[in-house]
């Protein structure tokens, strides 16, 4: 492409992902729906031109040489096996039709080396037994029919790739030309229609539909993803290059290219469900093209799925025919998964009697981590000067699994755990001028969380203001009614109840804020915790505590009801912070504050209710048949098999009164994938390879 495609090109896909991130708006509409869809298919399509166009015939001639040196070799030494016996018993026919030299074979034509070499074959293969005692093997004429077939099949491929990237410069100005049309004549008169209802959306279309001249003549950078298992091209991988800036998904042939990079240092981040996440830099020159090639790993469990407690069976380390290279990679995730992950902790009272007061503390924390919750949790009541007046310590009463929390959308099953702990006492609270307020702090976050620095480090902290109004008024604290879906999906809108509900009928003020920090690694469990005020965590740019789904996610709370939204634009784990405020007749008399995760992601495997340790799945890798096991008391329902990309491979409906299963894999393509066995109130998932 030349530099004029290069800068349309990015205008389109700006403008695509500005529609994405306000589907929510246009959904319903139809005519407006298919311009967008087309608009996807042309810019898929001049991808596709655009690596038909960028395909180098240099490797093909490259390939076509290299497949013709063996050839030639090949063909020589059989015929001189089988001249040498010609010579022997005085067969001067044989021996006329297989007397080859070295340098015959390197002055031939490129089509008629073949022919060549097929007359050596047929004359090896007429006289395989009577020539053996010379050397002659069927295995050797097998690698000469090997040769000859590689090297016919590589004769035209430098002039197919010629001919294909002379196409697909037809083509190009075509498709541009069809791009702008469907955008003038469709997509920008359909946008009138949210001129004034949605002017945001409005406004940002139009900014993208500015095409801005890149400053070179050359492209920035191209960008090639392979699988670092197999070697294999890896398509629609999400890169996200200065942090959301510019974004990009891989080609069929695994590219991307970028125009419009400023000379000096760049950041980019590489995603795809089923791959372990690539985080680099670069540099561009003016002037010059920066080549990468990025090589990802596959992952037993992304981001999405690290959240579902994956654990490594011991039943399967066991098994001899696991690859140790696999088994170092499982026993790695497994040790990355062994830490105290909180996931999100709040605080409530209510008045009791006279003084005495009831504090209730709700903590969530990932099913992956393997400490347990405190015991005791110790809660600091504090003076509104900031002095420690008591410690509140509570007993550990027992935990609740959420191992159902799906979602709202269709295509992605349930794939989170969460433990859930709440701990109560009551506890004497006398009036004090000025008030109280109760703090509990934990450490550390899941490390996955993208959008704030350090999250392995930064720790939370969870608490809430008694005024002295609320004293007076022997207040109850409201109560958040739920806990949101912890995993949705990218570019759907997702809504959930963020309120609190209020027995004293108080009115409640809702707003985004942000998240407080506290706590670290070197201290994860102050007793007590520290007296206020309290540092807030540090959003990572573009990300902030108003937007922390970058500022291209729509997102909303309404202040009266607690209704929370979001259409995220992009993957990643996100951390959200809402604050909510208690009047009545119009004066304060509480500050709440609550914080949670929302992991966003376009496809996840996903499980609930299972013990992977009862599961047995062998032999692991396998090329045909993986036998699986579940206790006895249990009975498979239905087996699905997934690909690494989330992708339904095979499904088995049994009959619903066996424990075990022989599942044939033969089908299938080597790589990795998850096996999903449902039982009639169970599912397991399990990890395994197609191969050797």
């Known amino acids: 492409m030349d530099k004029g495609q290069e800068d349309s090109l990015s205008m389109y896909e700006t403008t695509s992902t500005v529609l994405h991130n306000y589907e929510a708006v246009w959904t319903g509409n139809v005519p407006f729906e298919n311009n967008v869809d087309e608009l996807d298919g042309q810019i898929e399509k001049i991808n596709d031109l655009a690596d038909q166009q960028d395909d ?18 090949q063909t020589f030494s059989v015929a001189s096996i089988v001249a040498h016996y010609a010579a022997d018993t005085g067969n001067r026919t044989l021996f006329e039709n297989v007397n080859v030299g070295e340098r015959d074979l390197i002055r031939a034509r490129d089509n008629a080396l073949p022919t060549i070499a097929e007359g050596i074959i047929n004359n090896a293969e007429n006289n395989l037994v009577a020539a053996a005692p010379y050397g002659l093997t069927q295995a050797k004429i097998d690698a000469l029919t090997d040769a000859r077939t590689a090297y016919v099949n590589a004769l035209s491929e430098p002039r197919t790739i010629i001919v294909e990237t002379s196409a697909a410069t037809e083509q190009l100005p075509p498709a541009f030309k069809a791009t702008n049309t469907l955008l003038e004549e469709k997509l920008d008169s359909g946008m009138e229609l949210y001129r004034y209802s949605h002017t945001d959306f409005y406004t940002q279309y139009h900014h993208a539909r500015n095409i801005v001249s890149s400053p070179t003549n050359k492209r920035a950078l191209e960008m090639h993803f392979v699988n670092n298992m197999n070697g294999e091209v890896i398509v629609k991988v999400k890169v996200e290059i200065n ?26 981040k590489a995603t795809l469900f089923g791959f372990e996440e690539v985080k680099g830099s670069f540099n561009v020159i003016s002037g010059e093209t920066t080549k990468l090639e990025v090589k990802m790993m596959p992952a037993v469990a992304t981001a999405y799925v690290q959240q579902t407690s994956l654990y490594l069976s011991k039943k399967f380390q066991a098994m001899k025919s696991v690859s140790l290279f696999l088994l170092l990679i499982l026993m790695l995730l497994h040790h990355v998964s062994f830490s105290w992950h909180i996931v999100s902790s709040e605080i409530s009272y209510r008045h009791v009697s006279s003084n005495t ?49 799906g979602n709202l959308c269709s295509e992605f099953p349930n794939t989170y755990c969460l433990q859930k702990a709440v701990y109560t006492k009551t506890f004497q609270l006398p009036f004090l001028t000025g008030g109280y307020y109760l703090t509990y702090q934990r450490c550390c976050r899941n490390s996955s969380i993208s959008n704030i620095e350090n999250p392995e480090e930064t720790g939370q902290t969870a608490w809430c203001a008694i005024s002295e109004a609320a004293l ?46 506290g706590a670290d690694p070197d201290e994860p469990m102050p007793q ?21 789904f970058t500022p291209l996610s729509l997102i909303s709370v309404d202040s009266e009801t607690g209704w929370f939204q979001v259409n995220p634009a992009f993957i990643g784990v996100y ?48 090329n045909s048949t993986l036998h699986v096991s579940i206790p006895s008391q249990q009975h498979i329902q239905q087996v699905t098999v997934y690909d690494a990309e989330g992708r339904i491979a095979k499904e088995i409906v049994s009959s619903g009164n066996q424990n075990t299963l022989d599942v044939e894999v033969i089908d299938l393509s080597e790589g990795l994938y998850f096996i999903r066995i449902a039982t009639d109130d169970l599912q397991y998932l399990v990890k395994f390879v197609k191969g050797d």
């Open 575 to 622: 951390l959200v912070g809402i604050c909510a405020q208690e009047y009545r007749n119009g004066t304060l008399i509480g500050s709440y504050t609550r914080d949670f995760e929302i992991t966003v992601g376009e496809f996840a495997v996903g499980i609930e209710n299972y013990n992977a340790n009862d599961l047995i799945a062998f032999p692991n890798p396998t």
């Open 56 to 73: 180098d015939s240099k490797g093909a001639t490259q390939d076509k040489a290299l497949k013709r040196t063996t050839l030639e070799q």
């Open 357 to 405: 007061y009831e504090v209730t503390l709700t903590v969530y924390k990932d099913c992956s981590s393997t400490t347990g919750f405190d015991d005791p949790a110790v809660i600091g009541l504090f003076r509104s000067d900031n002095v420690l007046h008591s410690t509140i310590n509570i007993g550990f009463a027992g935990l609740l699994t959420i191992t159902n929390a």
């Open 528 to 548: 007590p915790p520290p007296s206020g005020p309290y540092e807030n965590v540090v959003f990572s740019a573009p990300h902030t505590f108003d937007h922390p």
């Open 243 to 268: 942090k959301g800036v510019v974004i990009r998904k891989s080609s069929k042939l695994g590219n991307i290219r970028v125009q419009n990079l400023v000379e000096g240092s760049h950041t980019y």
């Open 472 to 517: 007076n008024f022997q207040n109850k604290s409201p109560v958040f009614n739920t806990y949101p879906i912890p995993v949705v999906c990218l570019n759907q809108v997702y809504s959930f109840d963020a309120g609190a509900t209020d027995t004293d009928g108080d009115s409640i003020v809702y707003s985004l804020c942000a998240p407080n920090a």
